[in-house]
């Protein structure tokens, strides 16, 4: 696929490689569209009414969290993405294998914040912006699970911009709608009580989307460590080196700066409505 970035006329490259990321990103926004469509049918219980209205509020307050996942992974995707194929074309392959391995290693720090985050700040994250305890504990629950097992979310956008660089974006297009579809498979099922599982409700929703991920970065992972993508692979390369973090952040900074000012404005809005009423920040 080198070469066909090399060789293939400009508007026919375009097409052929823009065309899936556009479907592949947006596989990526339908999760926490799907998640909201089906927890808002949830039904009351004796005790709470409008359960519905709460858990789409509940995700509400959760969503900030997850679109900074999003831009940890897409903002260091940014410079991943530039220096492999910077890299790859210069025929460099040994630099575009570390650059590979430095950012699969940047994953994991990323997820091991995360997990911290999740058990530690989760409660009182939701908190700052709820006092209702039913929203603040379905909140709490879909929160803790998005962030405690978003190596799925990190694992795979890390890779797909590595794949990416390689040309092959129907590969990333694939694997983005199978975790999508499967997301949108195991929400009625997992949040209502289908097929003999238990009715999960908002934690149903958030299993659902972290199983998607995890497909997603399952189907990836195959073809790059299996198949391969023309980069080399190893443990060696996971070792960090400063240079090759400098050149991932030096593109990559910027871009994950401007993705976490959404999340930041997300949170900010959620406070001055959450003074107004639920309703207003649902």
Do not use: H
């Amino acid at each position: 696929n080198a070469g066909k970035m090399a060789d293939m006329p400009v508007k026919k490259l375009l097409l052929n490689m823009g065309i899936p990321m556009m479907i592949s990103m947006l596989g990526q926004a339908l999760y926490n569209v799907v998640d909201t469509y089906f927890v808002s049918y949830i039904p009351d219980t004796a005790q709470v009414s409008n359960m519905g209205d709460k858990a789409i509020n509940a995700l509400t307050l959760a969503f900030p969290v997850q679109l900074i996942i999003v831009a940890l992974g897409v903002g260091t995707g940014v410079g991943i993405n530039a220096m492999v194929a910077r890299n790859l074309g210069r025929n460099d392959k040994e630099r575009a294998a570390r650059t590979a391995g430095n950012a699969l290693f940047m994953a994991v720090c990323y997820f091991a914040v995360m997990v911290l985050f999740g058990i530690f700040a989760a409660k009182n994250f939701i908190g700052s912006q709820t006092k209702d305890p039913v929203i603040a504990q379905m909140g709490t629950d879909y929160l803790r699970i998005v962030t405690v097992f978003s190596f799925g979310a990190l694992g795979y956008m890390t890779m797909e911009k590595i794949v990416m660089a390689t040309g092959k974006t129907m590969i990333t297009m694939i694997c983005q709608l199978t975790g999508a579809v499967t997301n949108i498979i195991l929400d009625p099922i997992l949040i209502r009580g289908m097929f003999g599982m238990p009715a999960m409700g908002v934690s149903g929703a958030a299993w659902a989307t972290v199983l998607g991920q995890i497909l997603s970065l399952v189907i990836i992972s195959v073809f790059y460590f299996k198949r391969g993508v023309g980069i080399d692979r190893g443990i060696r390369y996971l070792k960090p080196e400063k240079s090759v973090l400098k050149d991932i952040y030096t593109v990559g900074f910027p871009a994950i700066i401007m993705q976490i000012l959404t999340p930041v404005m997300t949170y900010v809005m959620n406070l001055i409505l959450g003074t107004i009423s639920v309703s207003a920040v649902t």
